[in-house]
């Protein structure tokens, strides 16, 4: 008897010992705040973050389908003072995110957040505001709230304190919630891809053959070879001067904070997919965009002058004459780079005119490469074509942005990549010489050049097909809609396919799970159906954003022993602690245990956990029996399959015998906290 109570009393240290080594409270990010005047009605809010090694917190702007973007409320806002522009953020990292299948922005370490404000009552003493943010490491993910509190008058301040406080709950009617785009873009990003555009246009008719002309030009009639040179790099620089003139006209006319808004706007990604659309028929050959030819006239008169002024004016003459091959790519380096917002417009142009003026100054410098050059010809044509299809898939993402924000599910990824599948096969039909168009020359042979584009053209449209089946297409991340939004989240031909017409046999409050599983999303509809069925329950505390969460779904749970016990010997409750729904106004409370408003379901759940388990990250799985009592120590992010399995066969086994060894939960009685009584 003494040896039975002996080994009751290890398990029980062992149990109570794991339990407090998996339950604690992460706080990772630590916050301050500060207030500058910068004149006399204006202020900025700065705040910052001071983040733990090895954690991370996602920055403001990150892309649907992803890790939750950090969030900024500030209360009241509109009424006593108006926000100037949008919450700025300090430099960031940008990776490739496997799970999420899309690069996410992040900071480590430390950030910095600066609101501007101006200020339009006098009486206004301080600002309250709050930030919803998640922050991940290698092992787990939080979500949390912090409320910030700004005094921009002291002793107005005060009197708020005194006079206003009943006012609470009216004060909170004025949020307005900024999910702010990043400000440090990736440039050299924009920049590489504009200067290979600027490449692609050297190649099309109407600037390659400009090059030996205007280059022959500058060395013949320049009194000598070094002044044939400085005149070719002086049009290479009126080049570069004229288009980002261009960036920088853009970026004045529509602001650089417009250009940002504008980029999640539906009209504004419905006008540039049709504006893309003309671009690409144009250079398919159906038509050509010039400027009215009295431009080019006056242009050439004033070339004709001679000097500096008369070389800046023949650039602006290569500029206009070349619009019809130009135009295109340079209005689609001008939708994709205002799309980013800030300077990218500037860059942008940048990159562009760098190529095209690159080669008129090396060329002078070095007239002997000139010989090297291939002939024009037919091949010219194709070039322009070859642009004309990848303009038409490009313009498929700006049509697919505009359904995504309007949650329409027409241009689902299915639908996305059959375009695609289209546009890239008959691109390579195209370039195999099967299809001919209004201005290509016959050929009786193809060349190699044109053999071997055809082929990365094919290559690429079956790389492109598994996507329907699922597949993730590392390599167009980004570009077609999220995994999530589809017909099915696992592509064509999934099992899961057939939720919509199999959900009728589900019980009451659940649906599928990851593989199948069915999973209720209620704690107490969960453990009803449990003591019903006689099983024990694994709560699992999850989230949408959650990185590790969906790594154990998607490496741990489908390993079949794994999955065979989630599928046949438990009840799976998914408690998503980043659901924003809001709860009913008769079901939000302030909780005990942080003093915070609990309004989403997101938010109870959170609380649920941090109240019953004293642990706040995820993923987070606790197995527990009828009287919501543990039957072993929860258990966080395993990676090994084994030791999950290991774990959920304890825990099971435990809840089937007669007397089974639990740990009291922590917190108070062993009811559910949300019992009305």
């Given at each position: 008897m003494i040896e039975n109570l002996l080994k009751k009393s290890l398990l029980f240290i062992i149990l109570f010992t794991g339990f407090?080594?998996?339950?604690?409270?992460?706080d990772p990010v630590q916050w301050d705040t500060e207030v500058k005047q910068i004149s006399e009605d204006e202020y900025q809010l700065v705040v910052n973050a001071f983040i733990e090694d090895k954690w991370h917190l996602y920055s403001q702007d990150l892309p649907e389908g992803g890790a939750l973007p950090t969030?900024?409320?500030?209360?009241?806002?509109?009424?006593?003072?108006e926000l100037l522009g949008k919450t700025k953020e300090s430099e960031s990292i940008t990776e490739y995110d496997s799970v999420f299948e899309m690069?996410?922005?992040?900071f480590k370490n430390s950030a910095n957040f600066v609101q501007n404000i101006k200020v339009k009552d006098s009486s206004l003493g301080k600002i309250n505001a709050k930030v919803e943010y998640q922050a991940c490491d290698d092992k787990a993910c939080i979500f949390k709230t912090e409320e910030f509190e700004f005094i921009i008058n002291e002793n107005a301040a005060g009197l708020e304190d005194a006079s206003t406080l009943s006012d609470k709950s009216e004060n909170n009617k004025g949020e307005i919630a900024l999910a702010n785009p990043n400000e440090k873009r990736s440039f050299w990003g924009i920049f590489i891809v504009a200067f290979l555009s600027g490449f692609a246009a050297l190649l099309t008719p109407c600037v390659f053959p400009m090059i030996p002309m205007t280059v022959s030009f500058f060395t013949k009639q320049s009194k000598s070879r070094a002044a044939g040179i400085r005149n070719a790099i002086f049009y290479g620089i009126s080049i570069i001067v004229i288009y980002v003139l261009l960036g920088i006209l853009v970026t004045v006319i529509f602001g650089a904070d417009a250009l940002n808004a504008l980029s999640t706007n539906v009209w504004f990604n419905v006008l540039f997919f049709v504006l893309l659309v003309i671009f690409a028929i144009?250079?398919?050959g159906a038509f050509e965009i010039v400027l009215p030819s009295s431009w080019g006239t006056k242009i050439d008169s004033k070339a004709d002058k001679g000097g500096l002024i008369g070389i800046f004016f023949m650039a602006l003459a290569l500029a206009i004459v070349s619009f019809s091959c130009?135009?295109?790519i340079v209005g689609t380096l001008l939708v994709e780079a205002a799309s980013k917002g800030g300077i990218a417009p500037i860059v942008g142009m940048l990159g562009f005119s760098l190529a095209i003026a690159l080669p008129f100054a090396l060329f002078a410098a070095f007239p002997g490469w000139l010989n090297t050059l291939p002939r024009s010809g037919g091949w010219l044509n194709t070039v322009k074509v070859t642009l004309g299809f990848l303009e038409l898939a490009l313009a498929f993402k700006f049509l697919s942005n505009a359904d995504l924000v309007l949650q329409l599910h027409i241009i689902e990824r299915e639908i996305f990549l059959a375009i695609w599948i289209a546009i890239f096969g008959m691109l390579a039909l195209y370039l195999f010489g099967k299809i001919r168009l209004p201005h290509d020359s016959k050929e009786d042979h193809i060349s190699v050049g044109r053999l071997i584009t055809g082929l990365i053209a094919l290559i690429f449209t079956i790389y492109l097909i598994p996507g329907l089946w699922g597949a993730p297409l590392k390599l167009i991340s980004g570009f077609p809609p999220p995994l999530q939004y589809s017909e099915s989240p696992d592509g064509i031909?999934?099992?899961k396919s057939g939720f919509k017409a199999n959900a009728e046999g589900l019980p009451d409050g659940a649906e599928y799970g990851p593989h199948d599983i069915i999973s209720f999303h209620d704690y107490e509809v969960g453990l009803a159906y449990a003591k019903e069925k006689g099983m024990p329950v694994l709560i699992d505390f999850t989230g949408h954003a959650c990185v590790n969460c969906r790594k154990m779904e998607e490496r741990v749970w489908s390993e079949p022993q794994v999955l065979e016990a989630l599928k046949n010997d438990i009840v799976l409750v998914s408690l998503y602690v980043d659901d924003k729904r809001k709860l009913p106004e008769n079901e939000q409370y302030v909780s005990e245990t942080t003093g915070k408003e609990i309004e989403s379901i997101g938010n109870k759940w959170s609380d649920f956990q941090i109240t019953r388990y004293k642990a706040n990250a995820q993923p987070y799985y606790v197995l527990i029996d009828h009287n919501e009592e543990?039957?072993?120590a929860p258990s966080a992010y395993e990676p090994d399959a084994?030791?999950?399995y290991s774990w959920l066969k304890k825990g099971i086994e435990s809840f089937k015998n007669d007397s089974p060894t639990s740990v009291q939960s922590i917190g108070g009685d062993s009811g559910s906290i949300f019992n009305s009584d």
């Open positions: 407090f080594t998996q339950a604690q409270i992460h969030v900024f409320i500030f209360k009241s806002a509109g009424e006593q003072f690069d996410l922005t992040y144009s250079f398919m130009t135009g295109p031909g999934s099992s543990m039957l072993i084994e030791e999950y």
